[in-house]
Nanobody, 116 residues
Framework: QVEFVESGGGLVQPGESLRLSCVGS????????MSWFRQAPGKERELVAT????????MYSDFVKGRFTISRDNDKNTLWLQMNNLQPEDTGVYYC?????????WGQGTQVTVSS
């Protein structure tokens, strides 16, 4: 069955960095465009960044452009999100999944809290 395991979150101060990791299993990772999503308290889940299966096309939501970098290793079924200059509005639970019609089985996510 499809499974995602996200890690790397934590409590940081504004301006600090974190690197999130996600390992996918139960599907052919290299065959899909992959994304990071996040859900802030009281809000709906939103798209953060996408990396195409070809690794050539990368897209970021406007609120993270210039601060976050998405990458992947298809041999390791792993997706990363380097997050720099974190701000309080980046607080939330971060998840990974395939971009288009995400699998219904989401992982537990990893909590990112940005607070002074």
């Amino acid at each position: 069955q499809v499974e995602f395991v996200e890690s790397g979150g934590g409590l940081v101060q504004p301006g600090e960095s974190l690197r999130l990791s996600c390992v996918g299993s139960g599907f052919t990772f290299r065959d899909y465009d992959m994304s990071w999503f996040r859900q802030a308290p009281g809000k709906e889940r939103e798209l953060v960044a996408t990396i195409r299966l070809s690794l050539r096309d990368i897209m970021y939501s406007d609120f993270v452009k210039g601060r976050f970098t998405i990458s992947r290793d298809n041999d390791k079924n792993t997706l990363w999100l380097q997050m720099n200059n974190l701000q309080p509005e980046d607080t939330g639970v971060y998840y990974c999944n395939k971009r288009w019609i995400p699998f219904p089985s989401w992982g537990q996510g990893t909590q990112v809290t940005v607070s002074s």
